[in-house]
């Protein structure tokens, strides 16, 4: 890359961080009216779906559906969307919009161990102990004083990793079996499209769905803005990474953790304890050491 090209890019990284970190406090808020989880994946993969329908179009791409495509997508709908998705929006209402953030950077540490186990990558010591280091950011913040300095259950901190752990899952067997000849935006749009199927009965039958008329609030204002952000904001990476490669694209991760502390302090004025920053340099130390090292490392979710 030429230099003005490296500062651009950079411009880009800066911008996709601070959006993407932005939808995590927006999320805070959404949970914050009593909106049921079922009820809010619904309205967010319906406005994914719409949003991305429009950017297919435009980029003149239809969307393939047959039994490949298909599985493909009822794959990254489960792991990728419908079970995360369930463990975040529960986990929000008990845990700061910012542990939220740190806790999701565990994303590249949890996908190294997965990636050994499905042969995707050879073992090293280094991007070990990245995952242990890791590990120690999490035990930091379950510690009992910290926790509790936090208001958040244990319990609660717990299901907050889970969406971490499925999008490790999902960007590793993505790698492993492929998107069936589909590109990244066509296996969102797809996902987004039979996970709005598959939500909405399930929204009924619980009695969470949310009528259109009680998005005009400060939570449903939150929820569509997260909705968007991420549509935009997930372009953009894949944009990203073709121009300037996923060795450098990879490195947004920093930026959405602490976009999310500092939105989260701006928008929600949430106040840590010491040893939350001290397990957030721990999260930065393990990112950096599980990264891969060329452009055929670690999938990225």
């Avoid at 090293?124 to 280091?133: C, E, I, M, Q, T």
């Avoid at 039958?205 to 952000?229: C, E, K, R, W, Y």
């Amino acid at each position: 890359m030429t230099r003005r090209e490296t500062v651009f890019f950079s411009f880009v990284l800066v911008l996709l961080g601070a959006g993407w970190g932005v939808t995590i406090p927006l999320t805070k808020i959404a949970v914050s009216s009593g909106f049921g989880h079922f009820g809010l994946i619904f309205w967010q993969l319906l406005i994914g779906s719409v949003l991305m329908a429009v950017l297919c179009a435009v980029r003149g791409k239809g969307l393939p559906v047959n039994w490949s495509t298909l599985r493909v997508f009822a794959i990254v709908a489960l792991i990728g969307t419908l079970i995360p998705n369930t463990a975040s929006f529960q986990a929000a209402v008990h845990v700061p919009a910012g542990i939220m953030a740190i806790l999701l950077s565990m994303i590249p540490m949890f996908a190294f161990p997965i990636a050994l186990l499905l042969r995707l990558d050879s073992f090293s010591w280094r991007r070990l102990s990245g995952l242990f280091a890791g590990l120690l950011g999490v035990l930091i913040i379950v510690m009992p004083g910290v926790s509790a300095a936090l208001a958040a259950p244990v319990f609660w901190l717990l299901v907050a990793m889970i969406a971490g752990l499925c999008y490790a899952m999902e960007g590793n067997v993505v790698a492993k079996w492929g998107t069936a000849g589909l590109d990244a935006v066509q296996v969102l749009f797809g996902a987004s499209l039979l996970g709005t199927v598959v939500i909405l009965p399930v929204t009924l039958a619980s009695g969470q769905f949310i009528a259109p008329a009680d998005l005009n609030t400060t939570s449903g204002h939150a929820l569509m803005g997260a909705s968007v952000a991420h549509v935009l904001v997930y372009a953009g990476y894949v944009w990203l990474v073709g121009r300037a490669g996923p060795v450098f694209t990879v490195q947004v991760s920093y930026l959405v953790t602490g976009f999310a502390l500092l939105w989260a302090k701006v928008i929600l004025a949430e106040a840590y304890p010491p040893a939350v920053w001290a397990a957030l340099a721990l999260m930065f130390v393990g990112m950096y050491l599980v990264q891969p090292r060329s452009k055929g490392g670690l999938a990225q979710a």
